[in-house]
């Protein structure tokens, strides 16, 4: 997104033949895919994957959303629907990855063994 700003002939790819889109300057939105990316990259491996999902499901919504709206309002941009169908693909398929159960870790494992060892019996 940052480098297309650079050239001097059209750029054929939604959004990066744009400067900006929906009045924010495409290097703004480049800078927030990188922020998100690395908040993303740091919270990963907490114990609660929640914030890591939550922004990797709404910055490639909003994404989607805005080019499907690039392909729905006049002059209409025939080449924003198919980004915007990867994009809407991309954070359907991050949704559906969140909702799996965590994997079972050996501390788990310990913990549930030591709850199991300790109740008294009947």
């Not at 994404?63 to 941009?77: N, T, V």
Request: proline fraction near 7%; glycine fraction near 8%.
């Amino acid at each position: 997104m940052v480098l297309s700003q650079r050239s001097k002939t059209p750029v054929h790819w939604w959004p990066g033949a744009e400067h900006s889109v929906d009045g924010i300057p495409v290097t703004a939105w480049g800078i927030a895919w990188i922020a998100i990316g690395a908040v993303v990259l740091v919270t990963c491996r907490r114990k609660s994957d929640n914030i890591p999902f939550a922004l990797s499901v709404m910055l490639n919504f909003l994404w989607a959303s805005l080019a499907i709206q690039r392909g729905l309002q006049s002059p209409h941009e025939a080449g924003a629907w198919g980004p915007g169908v990867v994009y809407l693909g991309i954070s359907i398929g991050v949704l559906m990855i969140s909702a799996w159960p965590d994997p079972v870790t050996v501390e788990d494992l310990e913990a549930s063994e030591v709850e199991h060892d300790s109740t008294p019996a009947a």
